[in-house]
């Protein structure tokens, strides 16, 4: 079973930058999307950002011009580069990857923005 696992959340100030990556135990074969998405306390999931194999992005509007989706094929990771983060952007970021048969989900990590 591959695994996603997730790195690169903490406490930032506002204002402040982080990067998360997600990368994936073993090679994957037929990737679709790869995507992140949030669950802020007490909110529903929503998707943040996503890239497409062929590398069409989407950003969620809340999210647009101060974050940048981005992924290395050949070492099956996806990158999420978080700028002028903002206290509303608090929330458990996971990675998640679709291909043609599987969605894989990450365990999640925690980015907390202090205003």
């Known amino acids: 079973q591959v695994q996603l696992v997730e790195s690169g959340g903490g406490l930032v100030q506002s204002g402040g930058s982080l990067r998360l990556s997600c990368a994936a135990s073993?090679?994957?074969?037929?990737?679709?999307?790869m995507g992140w998405y949030r669950r802020a306390p007490g909110e529903k999931r929503e998707l943040v950002a996503s890239i497409t194999s062929g590398d069409s992005t989407s950003y969620a509007n809340s999210v647009k011009g101060r974050f940048t989706i981005s992924r290395d094929n050949a070492n099956n990771t996806v990158y999420l580069q978080m700028n002028s983060l903002k206290p509303e952007d608090t929330a458990v970021y996971y990675c998640?990857?679709?291909?043609?048969?599987?969605?894989?989900w990450g365990q999640g990590t925690l980015v907390t923005v202090s205003s």
């Open positions: 073993r090679s994957i074969i037929g990737i679709r999307t």
């Open positions: 998640k990857i679709m291909t043609w048969t599987d969605e894989l």
